[in-house]
């Protein structure tokens, strides 16, 4: 009966709280609290700014894959012990609740606003002869070595506060990675910052904080986005989060101390390195165990979920990439060839049930 069957709330739709959905809407009544209509696969993202087409398939409406759920497009605003509150209005009960609402990044409502957005960056690396681009993380690596590759004569500036690129990994994959940026003409700049306070649009000067005058016809900001958490100190979650904002869970993925309450992805206090193929992996574990818990299963049947060690692939440009393993680090075609073609996109569309490429109508 569909009115016996359990009702699982997700919050966010990134690919945590996504592949959730997707993995329990025959097992369960499911509802996504998303505010945006889609799921997007952020690896692509940066591609998908030098060729706008590529996000035809990394943008996907979540209606594509969620056919037998609810989605509601508004951000959740409280959470009780038996409902989640939305911005539109809506209170939504629930037996298990999801939290996958990642970091805050305000991205267009329509899939096919964010497809626009991308033609827009487009257009404004397209038509600058040098570009600025703030935060030497693997965003902005990635973005430098994407415009390097594919438009060679742009003039790149790479600012970076810190005393080497990548800090996320080790020392030996930020200087490969400085080397490779170098040998493609990227003029990096570390230790320094740039206060965008002081910009105005139409300027083409930027100021670092060591003084230095940086020219370029536009920038791109690539730093840190803060958790989507800080709305949750106002909930029954408030003493459930750590210092930082990150939600405290168990082995199980559950938020420690709650039965029916878990949370997956960056926004957890998981030790490790936050990376989309591990928030999907948290995902498949707790997919797996709602579906135990959910058809009567016992306690002893479900997973557990083990921190993963250091691995990383960044992607430099469309055939080579660094990648750190737990005894090597490697730069070049090898790792490239893993990431670098297809950035993981028709393996992300076939585990969230779809063609791996858009078939027409």
């Not at 438009?151 to 810190?162: A, E, R, W």
């Not at 904080?209 to 800080?230: M, Q, R, T, V, Y």
């Not at 993925?253 to 998981?270: E, H, Q």
Request: with cysteine.
């Amino acid at each position: 009966m569909e009115n016996d069957r359990k009702r699982v709330v997700i919050l966010g739709g990134g690919v945590a709280g996504s592949l959730v959905a997707k993995s329990l809407q025959f097992h369960a009544h499911v509802t996504l609290v998303d505010p945006k209509e889609y799921f997007e696969i952020p690896w692509a993202n940066l591609r998908s700014m030098v060729e706008p087409s590529f996000a035809e398939r990394s943008v996907i409406n979540h209606r594509d894959y969620l056919t037998n759920g609810n989605v509601v497009t508004s951000n959740a605003i409280n959470v009780t012990e038996t409902e989640v509150l939305t911005a539109d209005g809506r209170q939504i009960v629930y037996d298990y609740l999801v939290i996958a609402t990642g970091h805050a990044d305000p991205v267009p409502k329509s899939r096919s606003e964010r497809l626009n957005q991308f033609k827009e960056d487009n257009q404004k690396i397209k038509s600058a002869q040098s570009i600025l681009i703030i935060g030497g993380g693997p965003t902005g690596v990635e973005l430098a070595g994407e415009i390097a590759v594919d438009f060679p004569d742009k003039k790149i500036t790479l600012v970076h506060k810190g005393s080497r690129l990548l800090e996320f990994i080790g020392t030996k994959a930020g200087d490969k990675t400085l080397n490779w940026l170098k040998s493609k003409n990227v003029v990096v700049k570390l230790e320094q910052s740039v206060d965008l306070n002081t910009f105005t649009d139409g300027q083409k000067i930027y100021q670092t904080s060591n003084g230095e005058k940086i020219e370029a016809d536009c920038h791109f900001l690539c730093i840190g986005k803060p958790l989507s958490s800080a709305w949750l100190k106002e909930t029954v979650l408030n003493n459930d989060l750590d210092a930082q904002g990150r939600i405290k869970v168990d082995e199980h993925l559950r938020v420690k101390g709650r039965s029916n309450i878990y949370a997956i992805g960056d926004i957890t206090d998981i030790p490790e390195i936050k990376q989309g193929f591990l928030a999907a992996q948290q995902a498949e574990v707790v997919a797996k165990n709602l579906k135990v818990i959910i058809e009567g299963g016992r306690e002893c049947r479900i997973e557990t979920y083990k921190p993963h060690s250091a691995i990383a692939i960044v992607s430099l440009g469309r055939k080579d990439a660094v990648a750190q393993l737990p005894f090597l680090t490697i730069i070049g075609r090898i790792p490239g060839f893993i990431k670098s073609g297809d950035l993981f996109v028709g393996k992300t569309r076939k585990q969230m049930g779809l063609h791996p490429d858009i078939v027409p109508a």
